[in-house]
């Protein structure tokens, strides 16, 4: 029996290493539900046609995201928001066994938007048009759940924790005055709904912006600071990685954290 909603909120400061963690949590917990959609796939047999994205994930293989990725089609997409997000993918049998293959699922991890393309209808080429739900999916994980020949299938769907090894990666890009944060390998709801920064010569925390995708942005000059972000995903989770960059830091580098989203 799926559980009734019930808002759950805690409080719990660990201590990492040298890192200490502030996690705030306040998330309902909602019955499971699966929403219909359909699916088509791309990126080749390797899935090397997938790599970067409107996320800004860049190489999915070393990132850690592999073959089992999808592209959101504009409703699900969110501008971005859905980023890192991992749904649970069926074929739905039940409105056309032809192309489904039985008694399987697949996870995968949303890492690129399928545009829509409105010189087509809404069924019969325009799958990614507003307000269709579709996943366009790497070939190996649509191959899981579908016959090749059927190229479009309908599916069933629903979101689940992402499951990740480590911690939550940092990668800062752009230069003085525009310093970019790719933000990746997220654990449990998977997405972002905001970050914050604090310089190692400020007590405040300020605000950065989604620039795209996955990418956060600040435009205050941090360069060679050492620097600390918070992150609240969009379970309402918020996780503080204290001094996570150290001071001479150079635009390109990439700091794993030891600390993680629990679902």
């Known amino acids: 029996m799926a559980p009734t909603p019930a808002q759950v909120t805690a409080v719990v400061l660990l201590t990492v290493g040298c890192t200490a963690l502030a996690v705030v949590a306040s998330s309902p ?4 539900v699966w929403q219909r959609a359909h699916a088509t796939f791309y990126g080749g047999a390797d899935a090397s046609g997938t790599m970067g994205g409107a996320c800004g994930y860049g190489n999915l293989y070393s990132e850690g995201y592999g073959t089992r990725t999808a592209a959101l ?8 928001a859905a980023c890192g997000q991992c749904y649970k993918i069926a074929c739905d049998r039940k409105v056309d066994p032809r192309w489904c293959k039985p008694g399987v699922t697949v996870t995968v991890t949303a890492t690129n938007l399928c545009p829509p393309n409105n010189a087509l209808p809404n069924d019969n080429g325009g799958w990614c048009n507003i307000p ?45 005055y525009f310093n970019l944060v790719l933000v990746t390998n997220v654990a449990a ?5 905001s970050m914050d920064v604090k ?12 620039n795209w995708g996955a990418n956060w942005h600040s435009l205050a000059y941090l360069s060679g600071k050492m620097l600390s972000f918070r992150l ?10 204290n001094n996570i960059v150290p001071s001479g830091w150079k635009f390109g580098q990439t700091f794993a954290s030891k600390v993680q989203f629990n679902d």
């Open 199 to 210: 310089s190692s010569d400020s007590k405040d925390w300020a605000p950065m912006a989604r």
């Open 189 to 193: 709801i998977g997405s972002i709904k």
């Open 73 to 80: 089609s504009t409703v699900l997409f969110n501008d971005g």
């Open 132 to 176: 269709r739900p579709h996943f366009d999916m790497a070939q190996p994980a649509w191959e899981k759940i579908g016959v090749y020949r059927g190229g479009i299938i309908p599916v069933m769907y629903q979101r689940v924790p992402c499951v990740k090894k480590g911690g939550v990666r940092f990668k800062i890009n752009g230069h003085d």
């Open 232 to 241: 609240t995903n969009t379970d309402g989770q918020t996780l503080e990685f």
């Open 29 to 32: 917990q909602a019955p499971v």
